[in-house]
């Protein structure tokens, strides 16, 4: 689906969301007229330190509102924009700059929603659609660490030895169904239902207590250990306290 | 008989994960859990005919420093380069959720390459649980202090959890920076960045300029001593994790995007800043180095 078609499907009453520079900026309109903030990444684009800023900017702006109303976040990006001047400037600050705003307007009690409809891969998706509440994906997404020709160059093996494992496991190869399996990515749409449904379900749901990801892996079995890592640490941490 | 290990003496580049924690907090104070004789190791890289390690490459417990409880988490870089994968990850979760429940302050002692890449999609979502675990830590009003200056720098999404920390202390030789200077060759070409010209890359990514900068808090030199003190330093202040310190990051950001958006390169960002020989920055030793960085950018509350 294109961000035009998805918008559309999100909010039939109407949107002022535009795409400006690879970034996804506006307002949609729910049933009865309360607002949904939209901002995001479109066409693939890279995250460097002018767009995080700029994200992390308006999502600020929203919290600081007091308007409470949810920040739908889509996500079609590249990964982290890899120059010398990025990283010169602190690209790692930005990034989690836009992350830590997102987690604090949740906190500020704005729903936060990643809807990964497009590529993602690697900081930029940890920036974004990672640091929502809540993430569901389209069919057709695609979100990936690093592709398969690059991970080959750094671990050393061929691509056919990898193409090969990643046939055994969910835990290393680029897509969707590995993502969703490791407890990444929280539910699918399903493009052939109404998108706005599918959002007011998502916003009536009560907001999850905690972070879920790591007991949706087990669950999914993408990431069997990470739940029992996770508890008997902090157990024997208190234990011991 | 071994010769007794001289803990103040421990070059911190240089040490193993365990000798920085034993060397940092207070003697024989720290307690470990889920330690390597629970051999909580990677089920994911025998697929790849790897060899495994018992704490998978990280060290998690509670210590005291200087008579104060502090929990403390430690990557080995000797280990997959420091790489996080399933569980290496689920120990810092683990451990930044007790810190939430009990308001402790936590340590963590980064060593990274950023998401081990035989376990990507583990290791990926691993750190925005981390992340998200750190930012509710802190939002209970635990300090999160980061401690780069170990061999492999901090890099990938170890930048990311790094940019999340209340504070962040660096030697000369601690590197943080999202994409790693090979890897920006790789995509860009060597004209972007040459990644064997070492000077260019302690100078874009390492302690001093991520100082002058305003990306770390304080700078010491390659001793457990020098990071001790300067953990306690910033222990002694409040946490503060709120709109105010966003907005005020922001502002920083912005700031520094103005000031700094043409530079070309580390040296003409420090001559910007008013260093007089701003050439001469990388050959300083720590106390003249302290002297000049008066006129550094400082990240006080916005962060």
Known sequence: MTLAEILVGLFPDGHDVAVADGLILGTGRRAGGKPVHVLGLAEGTPLGIEGALTLAGRVLAIARSGDGAPILMPVDSSSQRMSRRDELLGLNEYLAHLAKALMLAEAEGHRTLGLLYGRSAAGAFIATALATGHLVALPGAHPEVMDLPSMARVTKLSLDVLTEKARATAVFAPGLDNLVQTGAIHETWDPRRSLAEQLEACLAAPQASGDCRDRLGWERGGRTRAAAIAERVAARVADHA | ?303
């Open chain 2, 1 to 303: 008989m071994n010769p007794a290990f001289e803990t103040e003496a421990l070059s911190w580049y240089e040490g193993s994960a365990r000798q920085r924690v034993a060397a940092l907090v207070d003697p024989g104070s720290f307690h470990e859990v889920v330690g390597p004789e629970e051999r909580a190791t990677s089920p994911h890289l025998a697929l790849f005919d790897l060899p495994e390690q018992f704490d998978d490459g990280m060290i998690v417990g509670s210590a005291t420093l200087d008579g104060a409880e502090v929990l403390v988490a430690a990557q080995e870089g000797r280990f997959m380069g420091g790489a996080v994968g399933e569980v290496h990850g689920a120990k810092l979760v683990g451990l930044l959720r007790a810190a939430k429940a009990l308001r402790r302050d936590v340590l963590i002692l980064f060593d990274t390459g950023g998401v081990r890449l035989q376990e990507a999609n583990a290791g990926e979502t691993a750190i925005a649980e981390i992340m998200r675990a750190l930012i509710e830590a802190r939002g209970s009003g635990s300090r999160v202090v980061g401690l780069v200056g170990g061999r492999s720098g901090c890099y990938g999404g170890g930048g990311l959890i790094a940019g999340c920390c209340s504070a962040l202390i660096v030697t000369e030789q601690g590197r943080i920076s999202v994409t790693g200077p090979e890897v920006i060759e790789t995509n860009r070409g060597v004209e972007e960045f040459d990644s064997r010209d070492r000077a260019l890359v302690w100078r874009t990514m390492g302690g001093k300029h991520r100082y002058l900068l305003g990306g770390a808090d304080a700078f010491v030199d390659d001793g457990p001593g020098a990071f001790r003190a300067a953990v306690q330093a910033i222990l002694a202040k409040p946490e503060r994790l709120d709109l105010a310190t966003l907005d005020a990051e922001q502002a920083r950001l912005e700031r520094r995007l103005v000031r700094f958006g043409t530079a070309s390169d580390a040296v003409a960002v420090w001559s910007i800043l008013g260093v007089k020989d701003a050439p001469g920055v990388p050959g300083l030793s720590t106390q003249a180095f302290h002297a000049i960085a008066t006129c550094r950018e400082s990240a006080d509350d916005a962060r």
